[in-house]
């Protein structure tokens, strides 16, 4: 199995060719991608909420630098992945189902913004050594989240339908103006890699935020609702080595938050970012691909 073709030029929107997809044993189809090195060390890639495997494009180079293939799925509902009441404690069996699929038996997991606690509940996965955390978000008895999270979690759990009505106009401005609209969501202002450019960053965020509402916005919504009540594993449980990396003008999570989770974490370290939530992925992408691919555990 090959990596996904490079970033083109061209700005584009979302489509069916870069990913594939498996049959889970309830008869739903999971959708992946896969970044970097394809005979790499594999990492599961966790991404946000809203998010989409897309976002692991930022991460492509230097995985492929490193030796990793970055296996970025499609949570339920979200892309081509069908939906389904996924919750934190269900999504390590289609992690599971995902990696014997790829016949994986060693792996890391990167959890971006959102994708953090669906990262942490892969620990009890025999395949997964590692995790590490970008920007992750934090039970709400954890750490703070900006004033329009704490609006989109209300939402979720009182409007749904409301909090719908919005993310499709969401993506109706995303389809029609510049791609920049869609980094404000995220960060203060676009960030460049050393593979790509700022104009090609903001396309990947544009698409990310499209793909994530391909299928319409109910996966995304029972996510925000997950993430703003109390999590259904505690912190102290996780019993792999997790590193924390939390930008420090984190808009979208309080820096706290990553201070917080450092702390409680069985076996943690924190790493300070100076940059905000985008750039915290992009800044701290490569050394949480290196943290992710330590293989420690016995």
Known sequence: MGSAPPIPATDWLPNDSETESLSLPDGRRLAYATYGDADGYPVLFCHGTPGSHVAARLLAAPARERGINLIAPDRPGIGNSEDAA???????????????????????????????????????????????????????????????????????????????????????????????????????????????????????????????????????????????????????????PVTVFQGQNDANVAPATGTALAQQLPDASLERVDSDHLGTLTAAGDDALAAAQRRTRV
């Open 86 to 240: 996924v919750t934190f404690e269900d999504w390590p069996d289609d992690a599971a189902n995902l990696l014997s699929h790829l016949d994986v038996d060693t792996a890391g997991a990167i959890g971006f913004s959102g994708g953090g606690p669906f990262a942490l509940t892969c620990h009890r996965l025999p395949e997964i050594q590692r995790v590490a955390l970008l920007g992750s978000s934090g039970p709400p008895s954890v750490g703070a989240t900006g004033r329009v999270q704490q609006f989109v979690g209300a939402l979720s759990r009182h409007a749904p339908w409301a909090l719908g009505r919005l993310f499709r106009l969401q993506r109706w401005f995303a389809l029609r103006r510049d791609p920049s609209y869609a980094v404000g969501f995220v960060a203060e202002e676009t960030p460049e890699t050393d593979a790509l450019t700022a104009d090609e960053v903001a396309r990947v965020v544009r698409a990310d935020m499209l793909t994530s509402m391909a299928r319409g916005p109910s996966g995304i919504i029972r996510e925000q609702r997950l993430l703003s009540q109390p999590w259904p594993f505690a912190l102290e449980d996780i019993s792999v």
